[in-house]
């Protein structure tokens, strides 16, 4: 009977491994388009300061609280949101600019 339980195992073991991996490069897939959909929108670039971001995409619809910045290593981090996109700050710089989700699960980024 032990001889089986290590077979057994390892065939559970592919099993489960091939069920994941089908998910996982659709996965993949919506993450590169939606990323080359973010290359090819005009969006806040890296380095932009806040009066360009403002002066370039208008007034954002909301401005979160900001966080962080309790020390030099922690920097305040910004959050603007803009209809189909957040912008985020360190400090008055922007650092990434995020699409919303298409579920629009983002609603406390």
């Not at 290359?39 to 208008?58: I, Q, T």
Request: proline fraction near 7%; aromatic fraction near 8%.
């Amino acid at each position: 009977m032990t001889i089986f339980k290590p077979v057994f195992t390892a065939i559970a073991l592919a099993l489960v491994s091939a069920s994941v991996v089908p998910s996982a490069h659709a996965g993949d897939t919506l993450l590169m388009q939606r990323a080359r959909q973010a290359e090819s929108m005009n969006l806040p670039k890296k380095g932009m300061s806040m009066a360009d971001v403002e002066r370039r995409f208008g007034s954002p619809t909301s401005k979160l609280d900001a966080r962080g910045g309790g020390s030099r290593k922690q920097p305040v981090i910004n959050r603007w949101m803009y209809p189909g996109y957040i912008v985020y700050f360190e400090r008055s710089h922007v650092i990434h600019t995020v699409l919303n989700t298409p579920a629009g699960n983002n609603t406390h980024p």
